[in-house]
């Protein structure tokens, strides 16, 4: 059922085979496509897959038919599968699980330039969208000079698509070779595209030429049709999946609401298994709402074939208990996150400059942190099985330190009100509370999201009793939707949030620096994130001391000495260990994952609900059922 996943077995078969197709190969198909291609609905399986479809091994070569049944709670995170399933395939790779290797699937091969500024992706021929019209360059240089250059779609440029020279230029080299080149050595960031994807968008050209200004008169027509004001506000909303454009993943949307989302097999898939099956074996997938108190007794009682959103170590003795009548397993996965949850106190918070004021005094963050007692909250939420940690990067990279996880990491209350008190935040005269030097009670409001990825609200609960003992009296507003928190995050409304652990590939800490750099702090310093997200068009411009972490992650991003690499690396982990950005509290969690004993070929990886997605490099498109 459950199988790991070997980088280099996988790479080496997938070369071995490709020489295999060039011999010939008899290609199958599922038997609800056959069905149509002898009523005349499609063409042949040979017609319909590339001229050298990607061939696969899997541990067992599957059988055609069945759904996958899943289930989600919030709408905007559709249980992970979408957001992760239709993520991939729009892009030019697609990575192995380490974060590391990257594997051609759209693409034939690719090369980067010897000075790290040029990357040439060759594409594969003869793929084609799910209505069975061709993928060619052309689609790659629709979204760069339609919908990238457009500042109707795209107002400001992200920072992954231009450097101090400008936006990356794109070429269109033939129907199936593109280039893009930036003014500066990139390589580092270029192979982050290739593992994540989020920057490389391919769109149908030909679906969504209809919706598009300029090539369409007509299309602020056709907008106020459907209820829109402007012809790129409805452009927007049809270059998104869910509205049926059509798709290069393995399953494509037949029925979305909020209640059930219903997948069926593209036809056109361009991946085959070892005998030449064309993938994938599973037919359909079923996603319905559900309640988070509705979730585990769906998942106990077996209604779910695989449940890995949403469980949570607190439950697994409850899983446990129930495998047998339920027909699943229970495993704990791996989860090379960079912290459990941690706490990050808006420092360009704008409502209450007092408070905005307290929240930038490094003692009063360094005492925060002090008053968390790490091992009752590991012993008590996660059964004794993560590791007490401040936060910072995974233990297994190359730039982590232990001095760095142990930092004001000691639960040291004393020290901690010694610290409030040289701040002069006085108790008020109960000795209930502290004060702000306005006179007012020190009163935070904590809110985040209730969500799948951590146990935030019950280790939020046994923080909020910390934090109190020592005079700072919390709050916790949680909400359902994280569309309404981010919304209220970016928007700088946010005073204290909790966060759950990022991924942490070396690759993606190189490139991302995720969370402990100001163009990624949603959380200790939304202003700042806003500043380098819209190239200094909007929110505030950081103080020197910030704008030095953002200046050594760009020189961590862009060399290619490693020694360098590891030196800034350091430097911007020292700040975080400094001046505690984000407040961890316990690290290397493992992860709940239930799989029904009927699923196969499920592969287990490194847990981690972004980058290394489990629906993605859990290759779902092999999995099949009983």
Same mark, same amino acid.
């Given at each position: 059922?459950?199988?790991?996943?070997?980088?280099?077995?996988?790479?080496?078969?997938?070369?071995?085979?490709?020489?295999?197709s060039a011999l010939g190969m008899k290609y199958n198909e599922a038997p609800m496509l056959r069905v149509k291609v002898a009523a005349g609905e499609l063409p042949s399986v040979e017609e319909r897959l590339p001229e050298e479809p990607v061939i696969v091994e899997p541990e067992k070569i599957g059988r055609y038919g069945g759904t996958?049944?899943?289930?989600?709670?919030?709408?905007?995170?559709?249980?992970?599968?979408?957001?992760?399933?239709?993520?991939?395939?729009?892009?030019?790779?697609?990575?192995?699980?380490?974060?590391?290797?990257?594997?051609?699937?759209?693409?034939?091969?690719?090369?980067?330039?010897?000075?790290?500024?040029?990357?040439?992706?060759?594409?594969?021929?003869?793929?084609?969208?799910?209505?069975?019209?061709?993928?060619?360059?052309?689609?790659?240089?629709?979204?760069?000079?339609?919908?990238?250059?457009?500042?109707?779609?795209?107002?400001?440029?992200?920072? #992954?698509?231009?450097? +101090?020279?400008?936006? @990356? =230029?794109?070429?269109?080299? /033939?129907?199936?070779?593109?280039? !893009?080149?930036? $003014?500066?050595?990139?390589?580092?960031?270029?192979?982050?595209?290739?593992?994540?994807?989020?920057?490389?968008?391919?769109?149908?050209?030909?679906?969504?030429?209809?919706?598009?200004?300029?090539?369409?008169?007509?299309?602020?027509?056709?907008?106020?049709?459907?209820?829109?004001?402007?012809?790129?506000?409805?452009?927007?909303?049809?270059?998104?999946?869910?509205?049926?454009?059509?798709?290069?993943?393995?399953?494509?949307?037949?029925?979305?609401?909020?209640?059930?989302?219903?997948?069926?097999?593209?036809?056109?898939?361009?991946?085959?298994?070892?005998?030449?099956?064309?993938?994938?074996?599973?037919?359909?997938?079923?996603?319905? #709402?559900?309640?988070? +108190?509705?979730?585990? @007794? =769906?998942?106990?009682?077996? /209604?779910?074939?695989?449940?890995? !959103?949403?469980? $949570?170590?607190?439950?697994?003795?409850?899983?446990?208990?129930?495998?047998?009548?339920?027909?699943?397993?229970?495993?704990?996965?791996?989860?090379?996150?960079?912290?459990?949850?941690?706490?990050?106190?808006?420092?360009?918070?704008?409502?209450?400059?007092?408070?905005?004021?307290?929240?930038?005094?490094?003692?009063?963050?360094?005492?925060?942190?002090?008053?968390?007692?790490?091992?009752?909250?590991?012993?008590?939420?996660?059964?004794?099985?993560?590791?007490?940690?401040?936060?910072?990067?995974?233990?297994?990279?190359?730039?982590?330190?232990?001095?760095?996880?142990?930092?004001?990491?000691?639960?040291?209350?004393?020290?901690?009100?010694?610290?409030?008190? +040289?701040?002069?935040?006085?108790?008020?005269?109960?000795?209930?509370?502290?004060?702000?030097?306005?006179?007012?009670?020190?009163?935070?409001?904590?809110?985040?999201?209730?969500?799948?990825?951590?146990?935030?609200?019950?280790?939020?609960?046994?923080?909020?009793?910390?934090?109190?003992?020592?005079?700072?009296?919390?709050?916790?507003?949680?909400?359902?939707?994280?569309?309404?928190?981010?919304?209220?995050?970016?928007?700088?409304?946010?005073?204290?949030?909790?966060?759950?652990?990022?991924?942490?590939?070396?690759?993606?800490?190189?490139?991302?620096?995720?969370?402990?750099?100001?163009?990624?702090?949603?959380?200790?310093?939304?202003?700042?994130?806003?500043?380098?997200?819209?190239?200094?068009?909007?929110?505030?411009?950081?103080?020197?001391?910030?704008?030095?972490?953002?200046?050594?992650?760009?020189?961590?991003?862009?060399?290619?000495?490693?020694?360098?690499?590891?030196?800034?690396?350091?430097?911007?982990?020292?700040?975080?260990?400094?001046?505690?950005?984000?407040?961890?509290?316990?690290?290397?969690?493992?992860?709940?994952?239930?799989?029904?004993?009927?699923?196969?070929?499920?592969?287990?990886?490194?847990?981690?609900?972004?980058?290394?997605?489990?629906?993605?490099?859990?290759?779902?498109?092999?999995?099949?059922?009983?």
């Open positions: 059922m459950l199988r790991k996943l070997t980088v280099i077995g996988l790479t080496g078969v997938m070369c071995f085979l490709g020489v295999a996958l049944n899943t289930t989600f709670v919030d709408i905007t995170n559709l249980e992970g599968i979408l957001r992760s399933l239709f993520y991939h395939t729009y892009c030019a790779y697609c990575a192995t699980p380490d974060g590391e290797t990257v594997v051609p699937e759209l693409v034939k091969n690719f090369k980067i330039s010897e000075d790290g500024r040029v990357l040439t992706l060759h594409l594969r021929k003869g793929l084609k969208w799910s209505d069975g019209v061709p993928f060619t360059a052309n689609d790659i240089a629709f979204w760069y000079n339609n919908i990238l250059l457009n500042k109707d779609i795209t107002p400001a440029i992200g920072m #992954h698509e231009k450097d +101090e020279g400008g936006v @990356m =230029k794109m070429e269109k080299i /033939d129907d199936y070779t593109v280039s !893009f080149e930036f $003014s500066k050595p990139r390589a580092n960031l270029i192979k982050y595209w290739l593992v994540r994807l989020t920057n490389w968008r391919i769109f149908p050209a030909h679906y969504l030429k209809e919706f598009h200004i300029k090539y369409n008169s007509k299309a602020n027509e056709l907008a106020k049709k459907e209820g829109y004001s402007e012809w790129w506000e409805l452009f927007n909303k049809m270059k998104n999946w869910q509205y049926g454009r059509p798709t290069l993943d393995p399953w494509m949307p037949i029925e979305y609401s909020d209640t059930l989302i219903i997948l069926e097999r593209n036809p056109y898939y361009w991946k085959v298994d070892a005998a030449g099956n064309q993938l994938p074996y599973i037919d359909r997938i079923a996603a319905t #709402h559900s309640s988070i +108190e509705m979730y585990n @007794m =769906k998942v106990i009682s077996g /209604d779910i074939d695989i449940a890995a !959103f949403y469980t $949570s170590l607190k439950n697994y003795p409850l899983y446990k208990d129930n495998e047998a009548t339920g027909g699943y397993h229970t495993y704990l996965w791996e989860k090379p996150w960079a912290y459990e949850v941690a706490y990050t106190f808006n420092l360009t918070y704008g409502d209450d400059p007092v408070l905005c004021d307290i929240f930038q005094d490094v003692r009063f963050r360094r005492a925060m942190s002090l008053a968390i007692d790490r091992e009752e909250i590991n012993n008590d939420i996660f059964f004794g099985k993560g590791r007490p940690a401040q936060a910072t990067v995974y233990h297994g990279l190359n730039c982590y330190k232990p001095e760095f996880s142990e930092s004001y990491a000691e639960y040291n209350p004393q020290e901690a009100n010694r610290l409030l008190d +040289e701040m002069g935040l006085k108790w008020d005269k109960n000795h209930e509370y502290r004060l702000r030097p306005d006179g007012r009670p020190l009163f935070i409001v904590m809110e985040f999201e209730i969500g799948e990825e951590s146990p935030r609200l019950a280790v939020s609960e046994l923080v909020k009793e910390y934090w109190e003992e020592v005079g700072v009296k919390i709050d916790i507003k949680v909400s359902g939707l994280r569309s309404y928190v981010w919304s209220r995050r970016d928007s700088h409304k946010i005073q204290v949030t909790a966060e759950w652990g990022n991924m942490m590939t070396e690759l993606a800490w190189i490139t991302q620096g995720p969370r402990f750099t100001p163009h990624d702090a949603p959380g200790w310093g939304s202003k700042w994130r806003l500043y380098y997200r819209s190239g200094g068009l909007s929110g505030s411009k950081p103080p020197k001391q910030i704008e030095k972490i953002e200046q050594a992650y760009e020189v961590m991003s862009t060399t290619s000495d490693d020694k360098e690499k590891i030196e800034m690396g350091h430097y911007i982990l020292r700040e975080q260990a400094n001046n505690l950005w984000l407040i961890g509290t316990v690290a290397d969690v493992p992860h709940t994952v239930l799989l029904k004993d009927d699923l196969h070929n499920v592969i287990e990886i490194p847990w981690d609900g972004d980058v290394r997605s489990f629906w993605r490099y859990s290759y779902p498109d092999q999995w099949f059922k009983d």
